[in-house]
């Protein structure tokens, strides 16, 4: 009888290792895309960049690691690249706040202010309270002189965020 229990133990395990397997590999594209961020954040653009695309390769739909991208493609000044891959991240995800962030900034970073209003404002429509997205719309009014336009933008900041210092600093 015990040497009965034994092959049925064997036999669980082998149809639950496919189950671990998957979850390892999962857990490898999560450190990966951790690795990917130290190395964005610490200024080593290229292995990022490398890392996001081994990443991408095995898991094209893995959103934040195609945003960690397109931010690195915007910090090293390559903005059509990372304006093209940012429409596509929100194509497939029109609600990502995380996608108009980058967009905004990307757009502002370009001097593309009617851009970054019109994604700031589209990314409003979904969340009508983040405060990322109205600061980048008031600067890019600003920029666009556009000031009482910004002075809205920035009231409605110091409403939800009496102490943001960005946008005290704005006024």
């Known amino acids: 009888n015990q040497s009965m229990k034994h092959p049925k133990r064997l036999y669980i395990l082998l149809l639950l290792f496919p189950l671990f397997s998957v979850a390892q590999v999962s857990l490898n594209a999560d450190s990966l895309y951790e690795q990917a961020r130290i190395n964005a954040f610490g200024n080593n653009h290229q292995l990022a960049h490398e890392q996001c695309d081994s990443i991408l390769k095995n898991y094209p739909l893995y959103t934040e690691v195609k945003l960690l991208k397109a931010r690195i493609y915007s910090w090293d000044k390559n903005y059509s ?3 093209s891959l940012l429409e596509k991240i929100l194509a497939e995800s029109p609600d990502n706040i995380d996608a108009f962030k980058a967009i905004t900034d990307n757009s502002l970073w370009n001097n593309q202010y009617e851009d970054a209003i019109l994604f700031a404002e589209k ?6 309270n983040q405060i990322d997205l109205l600061l980048n719309k008031a600067k890019a009014q600003m920029q666009l002189k556009r000031y009482k336009d910004a002075e809205k933008t920035l009231a409605t900041i110091a409403q939800l965020d009496p102490e943001n210092s960005e946008a005290k600093s704005l006024t």
């Open 81 to 83: 690249e990372a304006q």
């Open 123 to 128: 990314g409003l429509r979904v969340n009508p």
